[in-house]
C-alpha cells in the first residue's frame, strides 16, 4: 500500500564509490522528484520529471543522473560520492504539472553517509 | 526567486497549549500553499494544504489561512499534544502549478512536553 517508496532506507558507503537509489511510486502520478534535506534539515529541490522527461536540474553536480525508465520509477545515481553528499534524500511525486495538481507525496527517504 | 520564512525554533510548549507556527512567503503570483510534518526519523507527511487566497487547510486540528495581503499561511492548533513533536515545513507552490520543485522554508522543530 506504500505510495512511494525508496531503497535502501540507510546507505553507508565510502569516498569514491558510486551508488544509487530507487524510488517507486505506485499513485500513477506523472511527476516525479528528488530532494536533498542537509543535516539542518533544509530541503532543497534537485530534479524533476514529467512522464519520464527531465524538467528541471538545479545547479546539480555532474556527478548525480536521475534516470526513469518508467513513469513509476525515478533513480538517482550518483557517481564519485563525496563527504558533502552525505544527506537524506528524498523522492516525492504529483499528479501532474497543472494548477492544483501539484501536492507532493514524499517517500521515506534514504539515509546516506559517505565516510 | 520565491522564498519562504518560517520561525525556526525549537518551540517548546506543554501540553495543551495553544500553537502557532509563522509562516511568510515572497512569490511572484499566487502560488498553492502547503504545510508537510517530518516524525522523528521519517519523511514528510502533507498536513494541510490551500490553493487560493482566504481559502482555510485542516487537518488533525491543526489549521491555516491562506492570507494574500499578508503573505502568510501560520500554522495553528488550539490544544497540543505529545504525539504532535516533529519539525514542520511551510512551503509554497511552483506558479501555475508547473513541474518545478516545492519552495521550503528551514523547518520548525515543535517540542511538546507532558
Known amino acids: 500500500d506504500t505510495a512511494v517508496s525508496q531503497t535502501p532506507k540507510y546507505l553507508v558507503t565510502q569516498m569514491g564509490n558510486d551508488k544509487s537509489i530507487k524510488c517507486e511510486q505506485n499513485l500513477g502520478h506523472d511527476t516525479m522528484y528528488w530532494y536533498k534535506q542537509d543535516s539542518k534539515k533544509f530541503l532543497k529541490i534537485m530534479f524533476s520529471y514529467n512522464n519520464k522527461e527531465l524538467i528541471i536540474n538545479e545547479t546539480v553536480p555532474n556527478r548525480f543522473s536521475p534516470k526513469s525508465p518508467d513513469k513509476a520509477h525515478l533513480n538517482l545515481h550518483i557517481n564519485s560520492l563525496e563527504l558533502g553528499d552525505s544527506a537524506v534524500y528524498f523522492c516525492?511525486?504529483?499528479?501532474?504539472?497543472?494548477?492544483?495538481?501539484?501536492?507532493?507525496?514524499f517517500g521515506p527517504g534514504t539515509r546516506l553517509l559517505v565516510l | 526567486g520565491d522564498s519562504v520564512t518560517q520561525m525556526e525554533g525549537p518551540v517548546t510548549l506543554s501540553e495543551e497549549a495553544f500553537l502557532t507556527i509563522n509562516c511568510t512567503y515572497t512569490?511572484?503570483?499566487?502560488?498553492?500553499l502547503f504545510w508537510y510534518v517530518q516524525y522523528p526519523g521519517e519523511g514528510l507527511q502533507l498536513l494541510l494544504k490551500?490553493?487560493?487566497?482566504?481559502d482555510k487547510g485542516s487537518n488533525k486540528g491543526f489549521e491555516a489561512t491562506y492570507r494574500k495581503e499578508t503573505t502568510s499561511f501560520h500554522l495553528e492548533k488550539g490544544s497540543v499534544q505529545v504525539s504532535d513533536s516533529a519539525v514542520y515545513f511551510c512551503a509554497l507552490g511552483p506558479i501555475g502549478g508547473g513541474a518545478d520543485g516545492l519552495t521550503f522554508g528551514k523547518g520548525t522543530h515543535l517540542i511538546i512536553q507532558p
Open positions: 516525492a511525486s504529483s499528479q501532474g504539472p497543472g494548477q492544483g495538481q501539484e501536492t507532493q507525496y
Open positions: 512569490a511572484t503570483g499566487y502560488p498553492s
Open positions: 490551500a490553493t487560493k487566497a482566504d
